[in-house]
């Protein structure tokens, strides 16, 4: 009886601990470019009945998606009319100010450039177009950064950070552009820009590129985040050239040549906490509340933007969102890898696809970052930075607020720890099948992650097979093979009495069935999620120009909740491969 109840207490800490660290620590501490077309049948797989023949207003008179880019409504004007560009034209790296962007025009590759992939729903949901357009040599121009459309001004984006912890100074798009907005059918802006489309003002040390292994895990990662149902920024497009970009993956003096690739990113905004912070440094208050109210009219429609409390009401929401995005982040076991602030979005999206990681069994000093020599960015510590990161957004702000507001920001932000523990056991009640709210629910939680700890349990596969087994299984203790996951946990001394709890609790779900659990729970616990090794198997293949594995994971990855007979045959529901534990990822990119 002494040691359940010290048990209770340890696990009682554990759920504060081992999940996010201790609220307690939280606060003590112009070239030509060949271009090589794949079949759009290579890109994605589409019913061959889907295309039409385009009117004169270049739309396929069955979907209404253009099939031409031809006055296909890509702008850059709101930004230019809302901000002052750098009046300097040229491109070279220096320190910029006065400004939110710089003007700089994409480098095309001097190589031959390939479509490897493409994502069917951002192409024809998100922008509008004809999945038929993407076989063209003028939308492979558009992607590489060879081709700007009417209407599109390429800009490269001014911002600071806090990168581990110190500040950086100016950072910036060193090899991004953005090439516009588009407003689709829906009345929903999208922002598109190129990730490796060459150097601009704020390239620092770098060549403006990216490689192929980094762009083929944003490509997968910021795609399979969506269909998790987590905030995150979209990947339209892959390319891929044969120029040579260097690289010193692990920083340990093996350079090697690596092929060039560019991701066609798609948000509805790239504005990020560091956008906000350079300006505050280099003391353009005015700058700044302009860009405060842009981002507050153009993307927070519940706030009065001539409120004078405004600026309190954008903190409250990011604050609020931020702690929902980590939660979300934590539930299927996802470490972003580098929580700077200029990887944090001010719409709380999932932003710059680096390092990043799915945990494969559970294990709360999970580093995705062979980087990160200090574990700053483990998974168990992601919310902690998350205040970090907002209460320098605070910093940022306080020069558009007056004294009382100041200290108001101070309140708001000490609700963070309950906005996000609230949001995170509301998800793993979810994960677990609990209906509605028993005071033992965190205790019941904090309990199996200590077992999944101890016994190194499959953080995925544990909870998509509790949401497979039936009731009946676990009384009985008949845990088969198929079951890995949960026979790894049965290891655990401690199993069978948290199997009691677990039934007791689902016993008292009101008007529950057995059946209607486990179909709750398949619905938010993932069968397949982007594994490091699986993603590794795809670019070994694409480096030898075989991108069937990013096609075929991008199909399976669309569909992460249903079991699928492909990805069973491919083993992404398996017991990892030996070799996974060997995976080192970097910021090398």
């Not at 006065?98 to 922008?127: G, H, R």
């Amino acid at each position: 009886m002494v040691a359940s109840v010290e048990l209770k207490r340890y696990t009682k800490i554990i759920i504060l601990g081992l999940i996010w660290e201790s609220t307690v620590g939280i606060f003590c501490r112009g070239k030509s470019t060949e271009l090589e077309v794949f079949s759009v049948s290579e890109c994605d797989s589409v019913d061959s009945n889907h295309f039409a023949n385009s009117d004169n207003l270049n739309y396929s008179e069955i979907n209404s998606k253009r099939v031409s880019l031809d006055r296909w409504n890509l702008t850059s004007q709101k930004l230019i009319d809302s901000f002052p560009l750098d009046p300097i034209k040229e491109n070279y790296v220096r320190q910029v100010r006065d400004c939110i962007f710089s003007a700089v025009q994409p480098e095309p590759f001097t190589s031959a450039v390939k479509l490897v992939a493409v994502s069917k729903e951002v192409v024809e949901d998100l922008l509008d177009l004809d999945l038929s357009i993407t076989e063209t040599k003028e939308f492979i121009r558009f992607v590489s950064g060879a081709q700007i459309l009417p209407g599109s001004v390429p800009l490269t984006h001014r911002y600071g950070g806090h990168q581990f912890g110190i500040w950086a100074g100016q950072l910036g798009d060193g090899r991004a552009h953005l090439l516009g907005a588009y407003t689709n059918r829906h009345g929903t802006r999208w922002e598109l820009q190129l990730k490796g489309s060459g150097k601009t003002p704020y390239s620092r040390d770098g060549d403006g590129r990216a490689v192929l292994r980094s762009s083929v895990r944003e490509f997968l990662c910021s795609e399979a985040l969506n269909y998790l149902g987590i905030p995150t920024t979209r990947a339209a497009s892959l390319v891929v050239s044969n120029d040579d970009v260097k690289r010193d993956q692990f920083y340990n003096g093996h350079v090697r040549n690596e092929k060039g690739a560019i991701v066609l990113r798609v948000a509805k905004s790239w504005f990020r906490f560091g956008s906000l912070e350079i300006l505050a440094y280099s003391g353009e208050t005015e700058l700044l509340r302009k860009l405060v109210d842009f981002i507050i009219k153009l993307h927070f429609p519940l706030i009065n933007v001539t409120s004078s409390n405004r600026y309190l009401e954008f903190f409250s929401q990011v604050v609020t969102d931020t702690s929902y995005l980590i939660a979300q982040w934590m539930s299927v076991g996802f470490a972003h890898g580098v929580c700077n602030t200029d990887n944090f979005s001010v719409l709380s999206i999932t932003l710059d696809y680096g390092p990043f990681g799915f945990m494969d069994f559970y294990d709360p000093n999970f580093v995705p970052n062979t980087s990160d020599d200090e574990s700053r960015y483990k998974i168990g510590n992601q919310a902690n930075v998350g205040r970090y990161n907002l209460d320098k957004l605070r910093n940022a702000l306080k020069s558009l607020l007056n004294p009382k507001q100041q200290l108001l920001t101070e309140h708001i932000l000490k609700g963070y720890p309950d906005l996000y523990q609230t949001k995170l056991m509301e998800l793993f009640r979810a994960k677990l099948g609990l209906i509605g709210h028993d005071n033992n629910d965190d205790y019941l939680i904090a309990y199996l992650l200590k077992l999944m700890e101890d016994t190194r349990a499959d953080f995925t596969m544990t909870f998509r097979q509790l949401s497979e087994i039936t009731q009946q299984q676990l009384v009985a203790n008949s845990i088969s093979e198929e079951y890995w996951a949960i026979q790894d946990l049965a290891r655990h001394k401690k199993f069978s009495y948290w199997i009691k709890l677990y039934l007791s609790r689902l016993n008292r779900n009101k008007l529950d069935t057995d059946e209607a659990r486990k179909t709750r729970m398949e619905s938010v616990n993932p069968r397949y999620i982007l594994r490091n090794w699986m993603a590794e198997s795809a670019i070994k293949k694409s480096e030898r120009n075989d991108f069937s594995e990013v096609r075929f994971l991008k199909k399976i990855l669309r569909h992460p909740f249903n079991k699928q007979t492909e990805a069973e045959d491919a083993g992404y529901s398996s017991r990892p491969p030996s070799w996974a534990t060997e995976l080192r990822v970097s910021c090398s990119s």
